[in-house]
């Protein structure tokens, strides 16, 4: 099945690097999102980035719990991410953590791909199983 739809961010909260050395920073970021079309509902993301000298080069990995309905089956998953930017060349990966899903989501397995428009609105494709 496939799931699409938006998502807007918020509270984007950064805490001091934990590792700052050279031009290489690692730190600790937490936001919120809410979710809108087949997957409604809200989710918060605890994310480890890194950034470099180079401004097109960065990573971050990420564990996000999402609670509300997919396709109207309500429940919670959780998603993990892992992306990187090589000098602008983009990869990204979310999946769903296997058995992370409660309720009517339970035994749910996918992958999330996410886009963002040039005027900055991100939007998903879903692809999973239940």
């Given amino acids: 099945m496939t799931a699409e739809g938006t998502f807007d961010t918020a509270n984007w909260t950064p805490q001091p690097p934990l590792h ?11 936001l919120d999102k809410t979710w809108h079309g087949d997957l409604t509902g809200t989710s918060v993301v605890t994310m480890l980035v890194t950034g470099t000298p180079v401004e097109e080069s960065r990573s971050y990995v990420a564990m996000e719990r999402i609670e509300g309905a997919l396709h109207g089956r309500p429940g919670s998953f959780v998603v993990q991410h892992d992306a990187v930017s090589d000098a602008g060349a983009q990869s990204l990966r979310c999946r769903v953590v296997p058995d992370s899903a409660t309720g009517e989501l339970r035994g749910l397995r996918g992958e999330i791909a996410i886009s963002i428009a040039p005027d900055g609105t991100h939007s998903y494709t879903f692809d999973h199983t239940l």
Avoid at 20 to 30: A, N
């Fill in 20 to 30: 700052d050395r050279d031009g290489v920073t690692i730190g600790l970021v937490t």
